[in-house]
């Protein structure tokens, strides 16, 4: 269990680092103290209750107009009440730790066009597309109703992002992420690491 922190003293602080799958999240914590960052949580977020609704606009792909708009609201109405739920599960386990969460590293891929869920389903490769965003998007909107600062992290590039945000080098990063890992032990797969990545970049855009 991690120590309190006297509440008499400034809070130590904490941010999340998110990576997002079709239903679920890889999460980790990352906290400073005295210039010295620690894993406080290594988790993974469920983001759904049924197993259709990973993929909400393939379980509506067969049905008629009315009903599949009807299931896919149903299956992101239910992502965002889940993650918003998650989240603020995190962010009181790491208040209790005497951290002070304000920020959230996300990592993100390109935007889709707005499409309307009739344009989604009738192309069999939007409904992937709509899929990966979907998730991302619900911990997005989280992050922001937790009043957290969100830190979007582009995935396909975050290396090259966190050198240009924070003004280190790729194998500086790449150290202290194995260190973190180290500390902590597996599992700690890209997963992990793309997360914790997004961890520092947001405690460094803070």
Known sequence: MK????S?????EAALGLKAHSGWAALVVLGRRDDQLEVLERSRLELVEEEWAKQPYHAAEELKPDEARKVVK???????RIALREVGNVLQRIREYGFAVRSCGLLVGSPMPDWSVDEILAVHFRMHQAEGVLFRDVL?????ACALKLVAVPEKSSLEHAEATLARNAGSLSQQIAMLGKSVGAPWGKDQKDAALAAIIALGAD
């Open 140 to 144: 997005a909107q989280a992050a922001e």
């Open 3 to 6: 120590r309190k922190v006297d």
């Open 74 to 80: 149903r299956g992101i109405d239910a992502a965002k």
């Open 8 to 12: 008499r003293t400034t809070a130590p």
